[in-house]
C-alpha cells in the first residue's frame, strides 16, 4: 500500500443559483474589483492508503457518489497525487 493524497473539488453546476457567490461578487464589486462571473467550490484533501492511483482515484469517486457530492446539483473533479 501507498499513501495517496487527493485533492476533491465540489462546485455546483451551471445554472445552479449560488447565492455565496452572488454576495461575494457584489462586496468585491464595491471594493473596486469587478468580476464578469464568480462562483464558490469547496475542496477536500484527504491521504489514504491505496495500492496505486488508480485505487485511489476509485475510492475518491465513491467517496463523492456516496457522501461528498449531489450529482443533481454538484459537479467535482478529482486529482490524486502520491
Do not use: W
Not at 4 to 14: P, S
Amino acid at each position: 500500500m501507498m499513501k495517496f493524497t487527493i485533492d476533491i473539488t465540489i462546485g455546483l453546476k451551471e445554472g445552479m443559483l449560488d447565492p455565496e457567490a452572488r454576495a461575494i461578487r457584489h462586496a468585491l464589486s464595491n471594493l473596486g474589483f469587478p468580476t464578469d462571473n464568480l462562483s464558490t467550490a469547496r475542496v477536500f484533501q484527504i491521504t489514504l492508503d491505496a495500492p496505486d492511483s488508480d485505487a485511489a482515484r476509485d475510492r475518491a469517486e465513491e467517496m463523492c457518489a456516496r457522501l461528498l457530492a449531489n450529482p443533481v446539483i454538484h459537479r467535482y473533479t478529482v486529482e490524486v497525487r502520491s
